[in-house]
């Protein structure tokens, strides 16, 4: 005969030590925290501004020419267009960045964003390899591509900036298109709260009730 | 709800209410993405799923000879 332990409910669903803690009514606290911090972070992720939206602009770009090819490398980096000057208000505000291409069939670029302050400064950058790939097999025809990738940064300082595009591959591809909006803020404080307590929640619920005990035992039924 | 468990879910939702709210403060300074804490500050592993982020102009800054100011990107090596 198994031991109930206070604030667990016995196999009747009641209470065996109504003088107990009852984890469950504790459970509930975190959970709904929990929930509320997940949505609370979705929130953070709203644009509340687009800054710019369209292909760089081609003749502005840092420099007109392509860098030299580095020792090691196969295919050039060329510098694709300058976005900017955009305004940041206040320092530490969030941006989402998107960056899509028309890459060519069966080609790969490497995109990268180079987040430049006034002067033109190098800041960082980021970048992902994008691609285009099609083909034959036993069911036919098959294609597939990565061709867009998301990037949510933090500037640090109120100021103008630039983004440059650049590119990497064989052949560039035959557009790219920049979305920037700015957000709210940053999501990741209450996705760190949201999943920490929603965990809590879980583990207290299973104390008190053992919910996912009881669903997976009826599974294997 | 006993006065044991109504004391300590008070207590936890006091407490958790106080963290979220706080934590409207880092989320509003936009903690956890690249460039929060300076132009070399990384992403927080929290963040997942995003792009490479490349921090130093190129691994040529230590270098005698380096020019320190060519671009990140996986093509700048020495």
Redesign the interface.
């Known amino acids: 005969m198994s031991k109930v332990l206070p604030?667990q409910s016995n196999k009747r669903g009641t209470r065996a030590d109504?003088?107990?803690?009852?984890y469950g009514?504790?459970a509930s606290?975190?959970l709904v925290?929990g929930l509320?911090?997940l949505f609370?972070a979705w929130v953070?992720s709203w644009q509340s501004e687009k800054i710019f939206a369209g292909p760089p602009n081609p003749a502005a770009s840092v420099a007109a020419t392509d860098?030299p090819q580095?020792?090691?490398?196969q295919v050039p980096?060329q510098n694709f267009g300058l976005i900017g000057p955009f305004s940041v208000t206040k320092a530490?505000?969030?941006f989402r960045v998107t960056v899509a291409a028309d890459v060519q069939v069966n080609r790969w670029s490497?995109v990268?964003a180079?987040?430049l302050d006034a002067e033109r400064?190098?800041?960082?950058?980021?970048?992902?390899e994008l691609w285009h790939e099609t083909g034959w097999d036993s069911d036919g025809s098959w294609a597939e591509a990565d061709e867009t990738?998301?990037?949510?940064?933090?500037?640090?300082s109120a100021g103008q900036y630039y983004l440059?595009i650049?590119t990497?591959g064989a052949v560039a591809p035959n557009y790219v298109t920049v979305a920037i909006h700015r957000v709210?803020?940053?999501?990741?404080?209450?996705?760190?709260?949201g999943v920490l307590?929603l965990l809590i929640g879980i583990v207290l619920n299973e104390i008190a009730n053992r919910t996912i005990v009881r669903i997976a035992a009826r599974g294997f039924k | 709800m006993n006065d044991a468990t109504r004391r300590v879910v008070y207590a936890t939702a006091t407490i958790l209410s106080a963290i979220y709210l706080v934590l409207f403060y880092f989320a509003l300074d936009g903690y956890g993405y690249s460039g929060h804490g300076g132009s070399h500050a990384r992403a927080s592993r929290w963040y997942w799923g995003g792009p490479e982020t490349f921090h130093d102009p190129n691994n040529r800054a230590g270098s005698v000879d380096g020019t320190n100011r060519l671009g990140g990107g996986p093509e700048s090596g020495k």
């Open positions: 604030g109504p003088s107990g803690l009852d009514r504790i606290v975190y925290f509320l911090g609370t953070f860098e580095e020792a090691g490398e980096t530490n505000e969030v490497f990268e180079e987040l400064d190098y800041l960082f950058s980021f970048g992902q990738y998301e990037m949510k940064l933090t500037v640090p440059n650049k990497q709210y803020g940053s999501s990741i404080p209450h996705l760190i709260f307590t």
